[in-house]
């Protein structure tokens, strides 16, 4: 198959749309950015890279950091995290309090917002923040075999002065005893990880070792155990959308997650990482033309997990 004659079809056929769906205006730093962009890159197992448009263009990932940090958080505390966070789909927005409430503070799974405060603040634990945030970064460029991937300190201080919910969500969850460090200084690290800027190929690259069984095949580096690689993507498949998770499986069936930046991480398992960017944003908060092109790439190759 020629996946780059694939890609070039996939940006062809999107080209018209480009600027479709709303950014995340809700953090300044995010407004700022031209929704009349899209990049897509593909690595695969096997070692090669096939990229379109802005693949690499640098983005703010946002949620997609929430991948990173919980295979940070597996590897410092095992399956002992799940005292703490749920492995169930939300079916609420991604920054709801209702549902927290209902559950005496224990997040529904570790992709909507209450669960990755939770898992930064298992990451935290016996650290200063600003250890939390080195750490957090030098494994992203481990796997993503890149010293050159950065956080975006203006886009941290953006989400810090406007992230009220956040602090509402980790408050509460101190309340229940499910954050154990001060909410200033868990959110510290939260805005910072989300502030992580990356490149669809940098991205893509980042994200080969959940689909090669745990081990990045470029490097040879063993991240997680092939065990571990599938708990993640299957969480992925679930929960990897907020409240358009179902939709997303239904629609392209990869495990996949996405951010308000506009980016997507999917995984082709055993295939094959995605990253593909588009600003402007669906009503669930899920880029609008990455979606598309995920579902586009999925139905020309075959490489849903359900079959083709």
């Given at each position: 198959?020629?996946?780059?004659a694939v890609?070039?079809?996939?940006?062809?056929?999107?080209?018209p749309?480009?600027g479709?769906g709303?950014?995340?205006?809700?953090?300044p730093?995010?407004?700022?950015?031209?929704?009349?962009?899209?990049?897509?890159?593909?690595a695969?197992?096997?070692g090669?890279l096939?990229s379109?448009g802005?693949?690499?263009?640098?983005?703010s990932?946002?949620?997609?950091?929430?991948?990173?940090?919980?295979?940070?958080a597996?590897?410092?505390v095992?399956e002992?995290l799940?005292?703490?966070?749920?492995r169930?789909?939300?079916g609420?927005?991604f920054?709801?309090i209702?549902?927290l409430?209902?559950?005496?503070g224990?997040p529904?799974?570790?992709?909507i917002n209450?669960?990755?405060?939770?898992v930064?603040?298992?990451?935290?634990s016996?650290?200063?923040?600003?250890e939390?945030?080195?750490?957090f970064?030098?494994?992203v460029?481990?796997?993503?075999?890149?010293?050159?991937?950065?956080?975006?300190?203006?886009?941290a201080?953006?989400?810090?002065?406007t992230?009220?919910?956040?602090?509402?969500l980790?408050?509460?969850m101190r309340?229940?005893?499910?954050?154990q460090h001060?909410?200033?200084?868990?959110?510290?690290?939260?805005?910072h990880?989300?502030?992580?800027s990356?490149?669809?190929?940098?991205?893509a690259?980042?994200?080969?070792?959940?689909a090669?069984?745990g081990?990045?095949p470029?490097?040879?580096h063993?991240?997680?155990?092939p065990?571990?690689a599938?708990?993640?993507?299957?969480?992925?498949l679930?929960?990897?959308?907020?409240d358009g998770?179902?939709d997303?499986?239904?629609?392209?069936?990869?495990?996949?997650?996405?951010g308000?930046?506009?980016?997507?991480?999917?995984?082709?398992?055993g295939i094959a990482?995605?990253?593909?960017?588009?600003p402007?944003?669906n009503?669930?908060g899920?880029?609008?033309?990455?979606?598309?092109?995920?579902?586009?790439l999925a139905a020309?190759t075959?490489w849903?997990?359900?079959?083709d």
């Amino acid at each position: 198959m020629d996946l780059q004659a694939v890609l070039d079809s996939i940006y062809a056929e999107l080209s018209p749309r480009l600027g479709e769906g709303k950014v995340a205006d809700y953090i300044p730093q995010l407004a700022k950015i031209d929704p009349h962009q899209f990049g897509m890159a593909i690595a695969t197992t096997d070692g090669k890279l096939y990229s379109v448009g802005s693949a690499d263009t640098g983005f703010s990932i946002q949620s997609i950091s929430k991948v990173f940090m919980l295979t940070l958080a597996l590897g410092k505390v095992g399956e002992g995290l799940w005292k703490r966070v749920g492995r169930e789909p939300s079916g609420t927005s991604f920054n709801s309090i209702v549902q927290l409430e209902r559950e005496e503070g224990i997040p529904r799974n570790p992709f909507i917002n209450a669960g990755a405060i939770a898992v930064t603040d298992v990451v935290l634990s016996g650290h200063a923040p600003r250890e939390a945030i080195g750490e957090f970064l030098r494994f992203v460029r481990y796997v993503a075999d890149d010293e050159s991937v950065v956080i975006d300190d203006k886009v941290a201080r953006s989400e810090t002065e406007t992230g009220f919910r956040n602090f509402a969500l980790a408050n509460f969850m101190r309340a229940y005893g499910n954050i154990q460090h001060p909410v200033e200084h868990t959110l510290g690290v939260y805005f910072h990880q989300c502030a992580l800027s990356m490149s669809c190929i940098q991205l893509a690259r980042a994200g080969l070792y959940l689909a090669a069984q745990g081990t990045n095949p470029l490097t040879g580096h063993s991240v997680v155990s092939p065990k571990r690689a599938r708990r993640i993507n299957a969480l992925m498949l679930m929960c990897g959308h907020y409240d358009g998770s179902g939709d997303f499986a239904y629609r392209v069936g990869l495990p996949g997650k996405s951010g308000v930046g506009g980016g997507i991480l999917a995984v082709a398992p055993g295939i094959a990482s995605i990253g593909v960017w588009s600003p402007g944003l669906n009503k669930v908060g899920n880029s609008q033309l990455g979606s598309v092109a995920l579902e586009l790439l999925a139905a020309r190759t075959g490489w849903s997990v359900f079959g083709d």
